[in-house]
């Protein structure tokens, strides 16, 4: 039997908004299909995890308080982290943990709280507390974006290099099927924080206001990392990216290419084609 | 003298709107409050309270709280003004106020009972005196529409710096029990709390808030959780939970819905033990004002979607409102703890007063027992349906609706007992569509 492990990062201090939802997601998506999910948490006071042996780490957005407290204990694994990130782990971010991936959060008071530096965007605070970017959001994502290139070092590209026929019959498929990896993405955002410097976004915003107050582009996005500000939870209204993200660690996990089976998801499209109406008519 | 002729005016307004309204079968709300505060926003100051003022405050549990006082001094004879249609915000307290006034601005009852919106209690008693403030839970609520709870929490702290009147906290909430060090030199706090009861667990089943000691941020230990965090806490550091008890409800038996305080033993219509916590305030405020709260006990109804238990048809149907996840979460529980079979209606909306953001279904603790069909409706149906089927329940089992009629016909299309959980604006549109069904007894 198959299966995938999954680190969940202070799950008692980043759980405000029904992120834990994506897990939840993912396990019911992979059980499906017959393939475990190994949940492991990790929090203050526990012993030092081993990013680089997990096939995904998640973390959600937590309270300011919370965060502040948090993010102290997180930077004594920058390194680590950094390792797993190059090795291919899959990271799947959301809100709070997006921003403590970049360079630094910098509050309200012009207090700077230093981030773990993997990437190179960074946040700065609305500074009246009152304006949020709050509202239900719709980006347009393109999974396909780094199906061509082989940058990761133990990604599932490098895998295809190995096996030329297995490699051509991809890329064919690529091309009769690049819509197949559009998608768009439902979710709801909350966030007071700017975030600047995005050099690969998540996806271009379609409703909704994304890194910053109006803005066109949202999140953070390489092949083995999702860093966005959707809460709904992400996955709950977007299948494809559930599935895009097994792929990913079913594929560098088994270094083989893996068709994963097509699920009944007659209530996901029917929410989706109900909520893309009301809110992409609502902008008009 | 500005003031005075408001009210006079307001009183006049409220004349002509209630023959308005009893023509149109329509209820006023609290459009008198926001008429006559753009007139005078300082109004409140120039009613004249003479009798003590009790108010409620919490997440969950304000309506009932408050309406079971009303009844509890009513039962004592006693004259009582209340917003006991739950209109909580300033403007609503002002519409009760000018509704029940003098024309000279007078206020002639015994009591005064007010439920009030976390975010208001500042704010509304600023302009009246305040002698009791009851405060009972704080939970994660809306946070696209209020914020984080923390940020609730210390408003009212603020405010309890400089207030000496009585204080009745729930001690078994660590968010709540932490207000009654707000002001040090106020030696009218008094908490309550509810002794361990048949399904509380040794670990946090359900979504909670209180994980830290508010003094010094050290991990709380928990003896047992009734419901989310509300349990037995302790801070290890600094001891932070072991209060003087006023009131402690023991022998808490939810079959025979009875439970005990100070010997006395209460039996009641409550089947669940959020409410008992609710009526552990009731009697802390009749002992305060040296009253009798059991016989009003005996005889409170819940009613208008609050644990509200009727019969439809034939069939029993119980109707409980769940704005977030705490109130979910102990609906669902006083279902589990129900060995019948029975079928659930959720019904989620998204409109601006339940908050846009509907990401709190995930703190919903889903496992439900004896449960053979589920209905969800409202305008997030399919949005609570993919939140059902993640948790693992038949996907078969099943029915979304986004029309509410279809939803709660289909609902009855069989003869089981059946639970209905709606959030805030989906609560009185189903209780509308489900008494429309049929025979309804209360």
């Keep these: 039997m198959k299966e995938l492990k999954l680190l969940y990062l202070y799950p008692d201090m980043l759980e405000l908004y029904g992120d834990y939802g994506n897990i939840q997601v993912l396990k019911y998506r992979l059980e499906k299909r017959g ?63 997006y921003q403590l991936f970049g360079k630094y959060y910098k509050g309200v008071e012009g207090n700077i ?4 530096e993997v990437f190179n965007y960074y946040t700065v605070a609305e500074p009246d507390r009152k304006k949020r970017c709050i509202g239900n959001i719709v980006l347009s994502v393109d999974l396909n974006k780094f199906k061509n290139r082989s940058q990761t070092n133990n990604g599932v590209n490098k895998s295809f290099e190995n096996n030329n026929e297995e ?58 990392v999702i860093a966005t500000y959707l809460h709904g939870p992400l996955l709950a209204k977007n299948p494809k990216i559930s599935d895009y993200i097994i792929s990913y660690c079913l594929e560098r996990k088994y270094n083989e290419k893996i068709e994963i089976e097509k699920l009944d998801d007659s209530f996901e499209e029917k929410c989706r084609e109900q909520l893309l109406e009301k809110f992409l008519k609502e902008k008009m | 003298m500005y003031n005075l002729l408001v009210i006079l005016f307001a009183k006049v307004l409220n004349f002509f709107a209630n023959i308005l309204c009893k023509i149109l079968h329509k209820n006023n709300g609290n459009l008198l409050g926001k008429i006559v505060k753009k007139l005078s926003p300082d109004i409140l100051k ?51 106020l000018i509704k029940a006034c003098t024309l000279t601005g007078k206020i002639k009852a015994d009591f005064v009972t007010f439920e009030v919106d976390e975010s208001y209690v500042p704010v509304v008693f600023k302009k009246i005196p305040l002698s009791t403030l ?84 050290t991990r709380l230990e928990y003896e047992y959780y009734q419901y989310s965090h509300i349990g037995k806490f302790k801070c290890p550091k600094c001891g932070y939970g072991e209060e003087n008890l006023f009131a402690e409800i023991k022998d808490v038996d939810l079959e025979q819905r009875t439970f005990k305080e100070n010997g006395i033993t209460y039996k009641t219509l409550a089947n669940n033990i959020y409410t008992v916590y609710n009526y552990a305030a009731v009697i802390s405020v009749a002992k305060l004002y040296k009253l009798d709260a059991k016989e009003a006990l005996k005889t409170f109804k819940l009613d208008n979607g609050r644990a509200e238990n009727i019969e439809v048809n034939g069939c029993e149907t119980i109707i409980n409102l769940a704005k977030n996840p705490t109130g979910a979460n102990v609906s669902l529980r006083t279902l589990n703890e129900d060995p019948e079979e029975k079928e659930l209606l959720f019904v989620l909306n998204d409109k601006a007063a339940d908050g846009h953001d509907v990401s709190w279904i995930w703190d919903i603790n889903f496992e439900v027992k004896n449960v053979t069909r589920i209905v969800t409706a409202g305008t997030r149906a399919y949005d609570m349906a993919i939140r059902i089927k993640t948790s693992g329940f ?10 509410l009629k279809e939803a709660v016909q289909a609902l009855y299309r069989t003869k089981t007992k059946k639970y209905v959980i709606a959030n805030y604006t989906a609560l009185q549109p189903t209780r509308k569509e489900i008494f429309q069904l049929g025979t309804v007894l209360k």
């Design chain 1, 35 to 97: 393939i475990n999910l190994i949940i492991d948490k990790y929090s203050i006071g526990d012993d030092a995890p081993d990013f680089a042996s997990y096939d995904i780490v998640f973390a959600g957005g937590g309270a300011d308080n919370e965060q502040s407290i948090l993010s102290k204990d997180l930077i004594k694994y920058k390194d680590s982290i950094k390792d797993a990130v190059e090795k291919g782990v899959f990271f799947l971010l959301i809100c709070g943990a």
């Design chain 1, 113 to 116: 709280i230093p981030g773990l």
């Design chain 1, 167 to 224: 490699n051509s019959n991809l890329e064919k498929s690529i091309k009769a099927e690049t819509n197949k990896f559009e998608t768009e993405v439902i979710g709801f955002e909350n966030h007071g924080g700017q975030t600047f410097d995005i050099e690969s976004p998540f996806g271009k915003v379609l409703y909704g206001n994304g890194n910053k107050f109006g803005d066109t582009e949202e999140g953070y996005f390489k092949q083995n």
């Design chain 2, 46 to 96: 120039s009613i004249k309270i003479d009798c003590p003022v009790i108010a409620v405050t919490a997440t969950n549990g304000k309506t009932t709280t408050n309406n079971a006082i009303r009844y509890m001094l009513e039962q004592n004879g006693k004259k009582v003004v209340s917003n006991s249609e739950g209109n909580n915000m300033e403007t609503g307290i002002i519409t009760t």
């Design chain 2, 134 to 217: 009851v405060v009972l839970d704080f939970f994660r609520d809306q946070l696209d529409r209020n914020g984080e709870v923390e940020s609730l929490i210390l408003k009212i702290n603020e405010f309890l710096k400089t207030y000496d009147g009585n204080l009745v906290l729930n001690n078994d909430d660590p968010n709540v029990a932490r207000l009654g060090r707000a002001n040090e030199n106020n030696k009218n706090v008094y908490y309550f709390s509810v002794d361990k009861y048949k399904y509380a667990t040794e670990k946090e089943v359900e979504a909670g808030e209180g994980k830290f000691c508010p003094f010094d941020k």
């Design chain 2, 394 to 403: 038949d996907a078969d089992k099943i029915e979304p609706y986004l029309d």
